[in-house]
């Protein structure tokens, strides 16, 4: 199936943009509507959400289901919002006193998208460009490498920006290309692989010590804040995890399992390691799970359908 090549602009104005999001406003929004899946969520000023295909930066303000706003590493997290704030064009910005919503810019950018699918949030899966595309507005596309290599997704990954998370419907070629980019970033120890302990393992003793201090693949950030905001304590984290059964593809066996089988975590103990580097996974988008599902086994947080939570 070939992908859809979108046109539009980046906006940031009265958004919160972070390292792997950002608003797209398409100079036809009526294309959104040819790509798969469900409607894309467009707001009232012509603007979606985009999720930014196989990337995820650091957390600036990750809102768990059970209370609080949490962010991990600030600096590493900042610098990837920053770039792709300077990818998209967008200079001059001004954050409010929270560091979170940008509330001046020169944004309305030129650039495009490359999707052919909306996820269970209503945001495109996209690969992002800067520019104008070389082809017609609308034009279906056949994303080779040598194009793939031109988006955010590629240089996120390329300069240490940004940990690989894959999911299902992501073809084979371009998974290769942005794993070879991810693994010549953490040989050269750019960026977050200079100090990423995801699979050397971190002492979650407190939610500071795994907020401030651990970086890591920030889907295990995100399942272990919503562990500890419910239960008090990292201890039992893998326990909570196999409950949940999420879904995994283990590249390095071809085996269909679930999260928790790369987690190692003694009983009782706070310390918690993957056992898998982030590239070797496959995650399954589970459109039809609610978004804060994990949250909601560990109490009694009613399950959501409506606004999305980082997946």
Do not use: C
Not at 175 to 191: H, M, N, S, W, Y
Not at 255 to 277: A, K, M, W
């Amino acid at each position: 199936m070939p992908f859809r090549v979108i046109a539009g602009t980046f906006q940031a104005v009265n958004y919160s943009p972070d390292g792997d999001s950002l608003r797209f406003r398409p100079n036809d929004p009526e294309l959104l509507g040819s790509l798969s899946g469900p409607r894309a969520r467009i707001n009232r000023r012509g603007d979606v959400q985009l999720r930014i295909e196989a990337i995820d930066t650091l957390e600036t303000h990750y809102s768990a289901a059970g209370g609080g706003t949490f962010g991990q590493p600030k600096d590493l997290a900042r610098a990837a919002r920053a770039r792709l704030l300077e990818f998209a064009g967008i200079t001059d910005v001004r954050w409010d006193r929270s560091d979170m919503n940008v509330v001046a810019a020169r944004d309305g950018t030129a650039g495009h998208i490359v999707s052919r699918a909306v996820d269970k949030f209503g945001r495109p899966i996209a690969f992002v460009f800067a520019g104008d595309p070389p082809e017609q507005d609308g034009s279906d596309l056949f994303l080779d490498v040598a194009r793939l290599r031109e988006s955010y997704n590629h240089l996120a990954l390329a300069e240490g920006l940004a940990y690989p998370t894959f999911y299902t419907g992501l073809f084979a070629d371009l998974r290769d290309a942005l794993t070879a980019a991810t693994r010549q970033a953490r040989a050269a120890r750019l960026g977050i692989h200079d100090r990423d302990v995801t699979t050397a393992g971190f002492d979650a003793t407190s939610l500071s010590a795994v907020t401030d201090e651990a970086v890591i693949m920030p889907k295990l950030f995100r399942r272990i804040v919503e562990h500890m905001v419910g239960l008090g304590t990292a201890v039992g984290f893998k326990d909570s995890l196999e409950a949940s059964h999420e879904p995994v593809l283990d590249l390095a066996t071809s085996n269909f399992t679930h999260f928790d089988s790369f987690v190692e975590q003694e009983p009782g103990s706070t310390r918690i390691r993957l056992t898998r580097e982030p590239e070797q996974l496959v995650f399954d988008a589970m459109p039809q799970r609610p978004a804060n599902h994990f949250a909601a086994l560990l109490s009694d947080t009613p399950l959501l359908d409506g606004e999305p939570l980082p997946a």
